[in-house]
Nanobody, 122 residues
């Protein structure tokens, strides 16, 4: 069993920054890619960004230039640096990982975290 544990969420003012972390632990045989989805109240879950262990990154248009994603392969940890946050970024952010596939908009990936709340408000 593999567990994904997210941390780093919280309340921040518009224009502020947060850094989310997601650490994978347990019986990790291989992880090919990790990523972040988010779900705002009343909306569907949507992809934010993803990264493969080889470093290939994928960002949705609404975070281009504001968010960056990185991965520490030795620690099986993925980070999401979020800058210039907007109220519309408010959501529960979920970490996901897959053993064989790149994380993209659709798909039922192997592992999911419990989510961490990000609230952007003055």
């Amino acid at each position: 069993q593999v567990q994904l544990v997210e941390s780093g969420g919280g309340l921040v003012q518009p224009g502020g920054s947060l850094r989310l972390s997601c650490a994978a632990s347990g019986r990790i045989t291989s992880i090919y890619s990790m990523g972040w989805f988010r779900q705002a109240p009343g909306k569907q879950r949507e992809l934010v960004a993803s990264i493969t262990k080889g470093g290939s990154r994928n960002f949705m248009d609404f975070v281009q230039g504001r968010f960056t994603i990185s991965i520490d392969n030795a620690k099986n940890t993925v980070y999401l640096q979020m800058n210039s946050l907007k109220p519309e970024d408010t959501a529960v952010y979920y970490c996901t990982a897959d053993r064989f596939r790149a994380i993209a908009s659709g798909g039922d990936y192997d592992y999911w975290g419990q989510g961490t709340q990000v609230t952007v408000s003055s």
